[in-house]
Structure formats: structure tokens, C-alpha cells
């Protein structure tokens, strides 16, 4: 029987400040996880046409299970992690935001629970944002529910231990900041079961956030009501 493995995917953007904390962060745990489970893995890390010096750090950190994808322009982290999935080899697909705010450990209560037709589906205990942040993320979950489904409890949560045929099967449209909400509507519309795992979320180290709150927000709520209105069409077979 193959081997269980899976693929490490994220995206990164001016990181410079964090990125070898991150990655030694993450490789560690692997290493000792896969060890420990007798899997595979691999890191797959986009770097988003970063403006410091922050692709210097993270090839410094000579993974020799990570590759580096760069983008000649700055694409967005939606953009960029549909090239790390695409890029993926293994059957299971985590997506990790380069920040560091998903402690990677989470891991160790997200795996027992995976399956060939099963997203393992982060929520967070607390979100660590400010207000407008968290009203914000509260309001588009709102609206997935309502428009597509309440199974995954936190739709906006990047943390989901995703089968990788799902995203074979269905295209990544979404960019910027609107991928957490996408992956949660492919697995919907893949039809895969669902388990939903409480997961830590932690305070930013070091750099900025990136998300622009008025522009990644509207654009949030309007890519919400389209995959909704998709979402209706697919069920009924009129598309």
C-alpha cells in the first residue's frame, strides 16, 4: 500500500522578518511528524514578487524538501497558492499562511481525521485580528452559510487538510485574499464530508498584515454571493 503523504503549500509576500522562523518552524515538525507517522511531505512555498529581501531568506534555509516557485509580478496569495497546488505531488494538500499565525502543530489533531473524500476543516478557537478584522470575517461566514452551506463551521479559515483531487477536479478562480473561502466552496461542490476541528490561531511575529480591509472585504463579499449563485446553478444541474 503507498506511503500517506502530503503537500505543504503557501504563499509569501515582503515576509522577510519571519520567513526563517517560519520555515525551520515548519520543517522541524515535519520532519519529526513524518517520522513519526511514516509519511511523506513536501514544502511548497510561492514567493509574490516580494519587494525585500524576503526569497533570499527563505532559499538561505536550503529545505531540501521545499521547493521555491517565484512570480515575476506580484499576483496576490490567491493566485500564487493555486500555483503551489498545482505544483502539489501528494495526495493531501495543507494550506499555510506564510505568517505563521496557524501553528503548524495543528496538525497533530487535523490528520487521525483525513480521507480520500473528507476535508478536515479548521476553526478557530479565536481569531487573532483586530475588530474590523474579525466583524468582517464573521459577516462573509455568515453569508457562505447562508448561501451555501453551514458545514464548514469556519469558512474563512485557511487551515484545512484538503484531498488533492478536489482541486483537480474543480478550477481556482479566486485571488487575493479570497482563497480560504473558495477552498472551503471546492470541497462543497466535490461533495466531500466534513470534520470540523478546532484549531489555535496566534498573533502575527513580525511584518504587516497585507490584507487591505475595504478592498479585500468588498471583494470578499461579492466573490461570496457569485460561488453562491454558482453554487445554486451546479446543484440544480442548469450549468
Given at each position: 500500500m503507498a506511503r500517506e503523504s502530503i503537500s505543504v503549500v503557501s504563499a509569501m509576500f515582503n515576509e522577510a522578518e519571519s520567513i526563517a522562523n517560519t520555515l525551520s518552524n515548519w520543517a522541524n515538525f515535519l520532519d519529526e511528524f513524518a517520522k513519526q507517522k511514516q509519511i511523506d511531505y513536501e514544502i511548497i512555498l510561492?514567493?509574490?514578487?516580494?519587494?525585500?529581501?524576503?526569497?533570499?531568506?527563505?532559499?538561505?534555509?536550503?529545505?531540501?524538501k521545499m521547493t521555491i516557485i517565484q512570480n515575476g509580478t506580484n499576483l496576490g496569495a490567491g493566485k500564487s497558492l493555486s500555483f503551489a497546488i498545482s505544483a502539489a505531488k501528494y495526495k493531501y494538500i495543507l494550506v499555510l499562511d506564510s505568517d505563521n499565525q496557524f501553528p503548524i502543530s495543528n496538525l497533530n489533531s487535523v490528520w487521525p481525521l483525513r480521507g480520500d473524500n473528507t476535508v478536515v476543516a479548521g476553526r478557530r478557537r479565536s481569531k487573532q485580528a483586530g475588530l474590523s478584522a474579525k466583524l468582517g470575517s464573521k459577516f462573509s461566514n455568515t453569508l457562505f452559510h447562508l448561501?451555501?452551506?453551514?458545514?464548514?463551521?469556519?469558512?474563512?479559515?485557511?487551515?484545512?487538510?484538503?484531498?488533492?483531487?478536489?482541486?483537480?477536479?474543480?478550477?481556482?478562480?479566486?485571488?487575493?485574499?479570497?482563497?480560504?473561502?473558495?477552498?472551503?466552496?471546492?470541497?462543497?461542490?466535490?461533495?466531500?464530508?466534513?470534520?470540523?476541528?478546532?484549531v489555535s490561531h496566534v498573533s502575527r511575529r513580525g511584518g504587516l498584515s497585507k490584507t487591505k480591509l475595504l478592498r479585500d472585504g468588498v471583494g470578499r463579499l461579492i466573490f461570496t454571493v457569485f460561488l453562491g449563485l454558482e453554487f445554486y446553478l451546479v446543484k440544480r444541474k442548469l450549468i
Open positions: 510561492v514567493d509574490d514578487a516580494s519587494t525585500d529581501n524576503s526569497l533570499e531568506v527563505a532559499q538561505e534555509q536550503k529545505l531540501n448561501l451555501i452551506s453551514n458545514k464548514i463551521s469556519d469558512s474563512n479559515c485557511a487551515f484545512k487538510l484538503i484531498p488533492r483531487w478536489a482541486f483537480t477536479n474543480t478550477p481556482i478562480r479566486g485571488n487575493r485574499m479570497l482563497y480560504s473561502g473558495e477552498h472551503s466552496y471546492i470541497c462543497l461542490r466535490n461533495n466531500l464530508a466534513v470534520e470540523n476541528v478546532a
